[in-house]
Nanobody
Framework: QVHLVESGGGLVQAGGSLTLCCSASGWTFRDYSVGWFRQAPGKEREFVAAVASNGESPHYKDPVKGRFTISRDNSKNTVYLKMNNLKPEDTAAYYC????????????????WGQGTQVTVSS
């Protein structure tokens, strides 16, 4: 059974940094590409970034390119999202999911999202 736990969110001022963590248990973590998604109030959930199972081929949505860095440590079953130069428009709940190797922006399965971790950026 897949179980993902997001952590690391918080309240920061614009221009600040945060590192989010996605910890996995109960499945062969290293076999899956993993992505980060976010959902702002009143908006649909959107893709942010993803990384292949071997830690290569990072992929980012345009609004976060150059500011966010995704990485993973398979020995710790953890994927990280380092967020620099945060902007108020980055305010959202952030979620991680296993994603398709053929299209990083699509979750392997769309149901059962985790609790997420809230990121709030003040101006």
């Amino acid at each position: 059974q897949v179980h993902l736990v997001e952590s690391g969110g918080g309240l920061v001022q614009a221009g600040g940094s945060l590192t989010l963590c996605c910890s996995a248990s109960g499945w062969t973590f290293r076999d899956y590409s993993v992505g980060w998604f976010r959902q702002a109030p009143g908006k649909e959930r959107e893709f942010v970034a993803a990384v292949a199972s071997n830690g290569e081929s990072p992929h980012y949505k345009d609004p976060v390119k150059g500011r966010f860095t995704i990485s993973r440590d398979n020995s710790k079953n953890t994927v990280y999202l380092k967020m620099n130069n945060l902007k108020p428009e980055d305010t959202a709940a952030y979620y991680c999911k296993a994603v398709r190797d053929s299209d990083f922006e699509i979750p392997v399965e769309s149901g059962s999202w985790g609790q997420g971790t809230q990121v709030t950026v003040s101006s």
